[in-house]
């Protein structure tokens, strides 16, 4: 089981000596309070970190907290469900599901700025005569 798991199943809460740390520094155990959390998970790391001799750092459990955690949250549709919201008429139900229309671009194609690539006997020509006029 890796660090970042073992910490997420520590039952702080429950712990009496966590809870005495937390009132020797002064801070609140009630994660609501939007200015506490980072010092509450502060807290809780180096808590951790001391009784488990683990080396799990803020930075590291911050990171699974990002939004490629929260998108395994998405719920996830089998095979059938996909299907069944389609032939209904729901695909926009479907997570990340992209609607593309159904029509051709209007805007007028830009114009390329980039130089036109020269041939392979162009290229010989040039570098021939660079040569004989050194």
Do not use: C
Not at 6 to 31: C, T, V
Not at 47 to 67: A, C, H, I, M, N
Not at 119 to 126: I, N, R, S
């Amino acid at each position: 089981m890796s660090s970042i798991d073992e910490f997420r199943k520590y039952k702080f809460e429950e712990d009496e000596e966590f809870n005495q740390f937390l009132s020797n520094i002064g801070i609140s155990p009630d994660p609501s309070e939007s200015q506490k959390e980072r010092l509450l998970l502060e807290a809780k790391i180096f808590f951790f970190r001391k009784k488990t001799g683990s080396l799990l750092t803020v930075d590291e459990y911050l990171k699974t907290q990002s939004p490629t955690t929260k998108q395994a949250e998405e719920p996830v549709l089998t095979f059938a469900e996909i299907k069944h919201l389609i032939e209904t008429g729901q695909a926009h139900l479907i997570p990340n599901n992209k609607v593309i229309p159904d029509k051709i671009n209007d805007e007028t194609p830009s114009r390329s700025i980039a130089p036109v690539r020269r041939k392979p006997w162009e290229v010989a020509q040039t570098n021939e005569a660079n040569v004989t006029q050194t």
